[in-house]
């Protein structure tokens, strides 16, 4: 029963949006998606509790694996994208660094767009010994996002 409450926790703790979506994934009923939704509007601490109470006997009516399934592949989704801008931000901090990273990106992108990732860096160098605003530093992370968005779709 308590991990029903607690899985009725995490679907509290949800947007809206993403609730929405579980909902007709799942095809959780209505009671419980309003349930749910009360739960956020409470404020006081008795009667978010009974609430979460309410919420977890109306989750003994469903299956409760498709949604923990769910919610586990919204999270490994969210390690992937964080480990995903990690990668991106080493290869902004090794472009600065090394001389010839550039080329070993271009082995992994080939549609890398040399000349103008040679002045991106060119101009963050800049940027850094002047200590100005880091906006060619974040141009280049932006560019690497979008080579990466690049190869992901094809």
């Known amino acids: ?13 949800l ?16 009671r419980l998606v309003e349930a749910v939704i009360a739960a956020r509007g409470i404020t006081a601490w008795g009667g978010r509790k009974r609430q979460l109470q309410f919420v977890g006997k109306l989750m003994r009516d469903i299956d409760p694996g498709p949604v923990r399934h769910r919610l586990a592949a919204w999270a490994d989704g969210h390690d992937m994208d964080t480990a995903r801008q990690h990668a991106l931000e080493r290869w902004r901090d090794r472009l600065l660094a ?9 082995a992994e992108f080939p549609r890398l767009d040399r000349p103008r ?12 010994e002047r200590q100005a605003p880091p906006h060619a530093f974040r141009a280049i992370f932006r560019e690497l996002k979008a080579l990466d968005a690049a190869v992901e779709r094809a």
């Open 15 to 30: 947007d809206a949006k993403r609730l929405a979506e579980l909902a007709a994934e799942v095809d959780l009923p209505e």
């Open 98 to 106: 090394e001389p010839e990273a550039l080329d070993a990106l271009a």
């Open 1 to 13: 029963m308590h991990s029903l409450q607690d899985l009725g926790l995490a679907l509290v703790a």
């Open 117 to 128: 990732f040679r002045a991106l860096i060119a101009r963050a160098r800049d940027e850094r």
